[in-house]
């Protein structure tokens, strides 16, 4: 069994439209049949992870283990969080973000693990609600 984590906003959910992105789901979802551990790291402070963990389990059906990684406490949504340590941490292989050049996944890929741009676009959206 291997690691595999997903990013949250703009990866496997559109929170313009507060949907989950169809395409990365499945990817998602693909992991989960495989065997994989797969696990959430967002860059939401803990109370939007914990709203994360929440939409997920009611939405997709899924317990996932999601992991707060902020890079500034006073933002919601940091653009340069500090996911690296977390997926080193979790021993993931595979990270699947839509900020795929930000520095601390450019030090995560310099130790290694594969960091994916998912193919989700916003005619991706699968189930709104």
């Given at each position: 069994m291997v690691t595999v984590s997903f990013d949250f906003d703009h990866t496997i959910f559109d929170e313009e439209n507060y949907c989950f992105i169809n395409e990365t789901v499945s990817i998602l979802r693909d992991h989960i049949d495989a065997g994989d551990r797969v696990i959430i790291v967002t860059s939401r402070i803990?109370?939007?992870?914990?709203?994360?963990?929440?939409?997920i389990l009611k939405h997709l059906k899924l317990e996932l283990e999601v992991f707060s990684a902020p890079g500034n406490a006073d933002d919601l949504h940091d653009s340069d969080p500090i996911k690296s340590d977390i997926l080193i941490t979790q021993g993931a292989i595979k990270h699947y973000d839509d900020l795929v050049n930000c520095s601390s996944l450019l030090l995560a890929k310099n130790t290694g693990i594969e960091i994916v741009l998912p193919p989700a676009t916003k005619a991706s959206i699968a189930s709104c609600y």
């Open positions: 803990q109370r939007m992870a914990d709203e994360a963990r929440d939409l």
